[in-house]
């Protein structure tokens, strides 16, 4: 069903492809999407009537990541730390203040809009708010041949087709051509989102919180769904959320972000069950669980609780910028800025930010807490 | 017993659309005390928010139809005139709402709205309400509050703003909270920050919460009283261990079911409920989760198409279901053995 493949133009290029910054997992097959030092600040004004720069919001602060065609990345951190302005940066929705974006070997970071157009229809992107991203006034056969409208794309067998074709894909009614969005429940405008993201037979999608509105139904149906689309079609997914067990239950690699930076990235398994970087733990001891009865044999986890509170990215503490909140924390962290490296006992592509890393645990419930912060 | 601080009893709202009346909610009863929280959980369009907007005489009386009490310390608020509802909303009872970027004003900085609101109920001082947004925004936990007050929501993260929005809703001390998925924007560590603040509160000052959230390890972790809903009514009802300890109604298993759960196996699709959401316009007749549901077979021929279950008893731990208690057991026993539910 991807035979239309709409635009051959920009089929990976071959010979431009080159090793990046060094901090890719090292695979053979050249990365579909890949950023190399990407930064993103935004100015902060204050006066009322004579504005004055007061400084900067280091929203994304030079990070390195790769996405490889057909398969999700997942993106996690503390709110605020930059994970939608990455997002917002991949799909081209924000100019980038420095470093570069590489897509299928080719240089989009400052690409205008005209060299952008073939691309455009490759990357989508899935909004997490399903209220306000839908157009109140279209139908939603109107909101999924939106795209297909703008970009000029006209598909075998004609639009109003291909439209029916996504609604069954995502699993509504093609009756549901001439609804209205106010229409539908959350978890049915979710895939409404969907369908329109996959109207233009995208190669990845940008997916920003796809499910957090979502009660843990709709959002089992939603997650079953993007997993599905990802086997039949081999869609790349960036996919940015929260909730750690979704997180975990649909991305093969997982990097955490805090304030700007990527403090750590491993494939699925190696960072759940081993991961390295202080902060890590800390989340994935914060998770909430139901278990009123934990599983046998790994007792009650106890949550990190972290100390002190969120720096800010206007001015973000020197060294490694989890220094403030760290019960490891040394003099070096201040002094010098840990680099995103393979440490002694990781596996290949496991890559964590940290002078002083924790144990290699055997399980992400034997988190070592420190006594001195519980 | 006397009644609760805050009490809901046979509450229904009707939506008079075009397509016909959506019963958003039908009968549902709740108590809420002083010091204590209840987590509401429940399908997306069971009529949550509803609950909560009624209950803060938030609806529009156009188009919303309410019928049923609805208790505050006491004092009927169906009906209440409006300025009697905005002198208790924000000092009173206060709300943090589902969509923050909706509910902030984009032309105003944080700043000013949250002073504002202390200001209205106070009659502070511009200089005061303003220092009481930095004090809030700091208690919040948003980094360098001096700066970022004078910030417009745009400029926050999607989890800056709905912590701008708690900062709004906290910022008077309110006796009662309803916090409408107030946690779903953030992250785990943020979101347990949150929790313990709205715990803080509520251990100076007595304040009762309605939690509504879809998570339910949040619920597990800081409620006291949990609450299911579907279709408009509550299906389920009793304290935390019960329900999730020991949960009687089949929606109740689907809802555990379909957690994704960080020990999980990740080769495994995730189960949700099957079937679609109920029609609001034509609820199913008799228990409104019939069509969805796997067991009506055990319940006794044709009862579930055609009577309503009730919830009982009317405190304690309760279900709307017509199994009896012992196959409810059995069946939970057999979904615990098969891993579906983890307790
Ligand atoms: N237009 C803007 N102007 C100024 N600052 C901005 C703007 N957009 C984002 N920021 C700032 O950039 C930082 C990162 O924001 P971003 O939305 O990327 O965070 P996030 O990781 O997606 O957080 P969340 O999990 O809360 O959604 C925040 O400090 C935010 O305030
Ligand atoms: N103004 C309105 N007019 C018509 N129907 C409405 C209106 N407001 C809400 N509804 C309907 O009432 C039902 C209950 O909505 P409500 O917002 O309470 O759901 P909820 O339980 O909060 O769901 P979610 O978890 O998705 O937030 C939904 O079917 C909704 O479509
Ligand atoms: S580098 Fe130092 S401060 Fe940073 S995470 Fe590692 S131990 Fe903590
Ligand atoms: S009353 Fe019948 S249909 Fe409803 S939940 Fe119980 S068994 Fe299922
Ligand atoms: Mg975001
Ligand atoms: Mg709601």
Not at chain 1, 52 to 62: C, E, F, M, W
Not at chain 1, 137 to 163: A, F, L, S, W, Y
Not at chain 1, 243 to 260: E, T
Request: charged share 25%; hydrophobic share 40%; glycine share 10%.
């Amino acid at each position: 069903m991807k035979e239309t493949g709409p635009m051959e133009e920009t089929a990976p290029e071959r010979d431009t492809a080159q090793a990046g910054t060094g901090s890719a997992a090292g695979r053979a097959a050249e990365p579909l999407l890949e950023l190399s030092g990407l930064e993103k600040h935004f100015p902060i004004t204050s006066g009322l009537v004579f504005k004055r720069q007061a400084g900067r919001v280091h929203a994304v602060d030079g990070i390195d990541l790769t996405v490889h065609a057909g398969e999700t990345l997942g993106l996690v951190g503390e709110s605020g730390c930059g994970k939608s302005t990455t997002g917002r940066l991949v799909a081209r929705l924000l100019e980038p203040t420095g470093g570069s974006i590489r897509y299928g070997g080719r240089d989009i970071t400052h690409a205008s809009r005209r060299e952008l157009r073939p691309i455009r229809a490759e990357i989508q992107m899935i909004f997490q708010d399903p209220y306000s991203s839908l157009n109140p006034r279209h139908t939603v056969g109107g909101i999924i041949r939106g795209p297909m409208e703008i970009n000029g794309i006209d598909p075998p067998g004609g639009r109003d087709r291909r439209v029916r074709e996504l609604l069954e894909i995502v699993g509504l009614n093609p009756e549901h051509y001439n609804r209205f969005p106010h229409e539908f429940s959350g978890g049915q405008r979710q895939r409404i989102g969907v369908a329109r993201a996959l109207a233009l037979d995208p190669r990845l999608i940008v997916a920003d919180e796809p499910v957090s509105a979502l009660d843990v139904s709709i959002q089992a149906q939603v997650v079953n769904l993007l997993q599905r689309l990802q086997r039949e079609l081999g869609i790349a997914f960036l996919f940015i959320a929260h909730d750690l067990a979704v997180v975990r239950h649909f991305s093969q690699r997982v990097a955490v972000m805090y304030l700007g930076k990527i403090v750590e990235i491993a494939d699925r398994d190696s960072l759940y069950e081993r991961p390295r970087h202080p902060y890590t733990h800390a989340l994935l001891s914060a998770v909430p669980e139901v278990g009123l009865e934990s599983a046998p044999g790994t007792g009650p986890r106890e949550r990190i609780r972290l100390a002190g509170d969120v720096p800010s990215p206007i001015a973000p503490p020197s060294g490694c910028r989890f220094r403030t909140r760290c019960w490891k924390a040394q003099e070096k962290c201040a002094a010098e800025e840990p680099p995103l490296v393979r440490l002694e006992g990781n596996r290949e592509g496991h890559l964590t930010a940290c002078h002083f890393p924790e144990a290699p645990t055997v399980h992400g419930r034997d988190v070592v807490l420190d006594p001195a912060l519980a | 017993m006397s009644t609760p601080f805050l009490s809901v009893q046979d509450l229904t709202v009707d939506f008079h659309t075009e397509d016909g009346v959506v019963h958003a909610v039908d009968g549902l009863s709740l108590g809420v005390e002083k010091g204590t929280t209840l987590g509401v959980v429940g399908e997306s369009g069971s009529g949550k928010s509803v609950t909560a907007l009624a209950v803060l005489g938030l609806h529009n009386p156009e188009t919303a139809k309410l019928s049923g009490e609805i208790l505050l310390d006491g004092r009927e608020l169906i009906g209440a005139p409006r300025s009697v509802m905005e002198r208790i909303r924000g000092a009173k009872a206060a709300m943090i709402f589902q969509d923050p970027l909706t509910s902030l004003s984009p032309y105003h900085t944080i700043g000013k709205q949250i002073g504002e609101v202390f200001r209205r109920h106070t009659g502070a001082s511009r200089a005061a309400a303003r220092d009481r947004a930095v004090e809030m925004l700091t208690r919040v936990g948003i980094p360098q509050p001096k700066l970022r007050v004078d910030d417009y929501p745009h400029q926050f993260s999607g989890g800056m703003r709905q912590r701008a929005m708690i900062a709004m809703a906290l910022v008077c001390d309110p006796d009662l909270l309803i916090a409408d998925e107030p946690t779903t924007a953030l992250d785990v560590t943020v979101q347990a920050q949150i929790l313990d603040l709205l715990r803080d509160l509520q251990e100076q000052t007595g304040t009762a919460i309605i939690l509504i959230t879809h998570d339910l390890g949040v619920v597990a972790n800081t409620a006291h009283e949990v609450l299911v809903m579907y279709a408009g009514r509550a299906v389920e009802r009793g304290t935390v261990r019960e329900v999730l300890g020991e949960p009687h109604h089949p929606y109740t298993w689907g809802l555990l079911a379909s957690m994704p759960r960080l020990g999980a196996p990740v080769d495994v699709p995730l189960r949700p409920v099957r079937g679609a959401p109920p029609s609001l316009i034509n609820v199913p007749s008799g228990c409104p989760f019939h069509p969805r549901c796997d067991y009506p077979a055990l319940a006794g021929p044709g009862l579930c198409r055609a009577e309503r279950p009730e919830l009982s008893p009317h405190r304690g731990h309760g279900d709307a279901c017509h199994l009896t208690l012992a196959r409810k057991q059995e069946i939970v026993g057999t979904l615990v053995q098969k891993r579906e539910i983890v307790r």
